[in-house]
């Protein structure tokens, strides 16, 4: 973009344990290597925020696992969930499928 934000100038989110980038969970099929890619663009340049991606994960239920802020989403066997509240380092899913 002609107008992009220079990385230098991007923003971090900030938290207890001090700046931490955006992260974009990215499930594991082709679609969204696209739209989360996209998204991280969008958010970097147009936006001006860091962006790290984060997964990839098998199913869209890893995603919403990573949202939460479990610490191993992906494995089915113990998620890694706390009953304790986290600061999660994912915050964005786009491309997930569940039935209907």
């Known amino acids: 973009f002609a107008n992009a934000v ?3 100038d991007r923003k971090y989110l900030s938290g207890p344990s001090g700046p931490y980038p955006i992260g974009v969970w990215v499930c594991d099929w082709p679609a ?3 739209t989360s890619e996209v998204v991280h663009i ?3 340049e147009i936006l001006g925020f860091r962006v790290v991606q984060t997964g990839p994960g098998p199913n869209t239920v890893d995603g919403f696992f990573a949202l ?3 610490a191993t989403p992906t494995n089915i ?3 890694g969930c706390s009953a304790e509240p986290v600061v999660t380092t994912n915050h964005i899913n786009v491309e997930g499928w ?3």
């Open 42 to 44: 969008l958010l970097e």
């Open 68 to 70: 939460t802020g479990c």
């Open 77 to 79: 066997e113990d998620r």
């Open 32 to 34: 969204a290597y696209v």
């Open 6 to 8: 220079v990385e230098g």
């Open 98 to 100: 569940t039935e209907s």
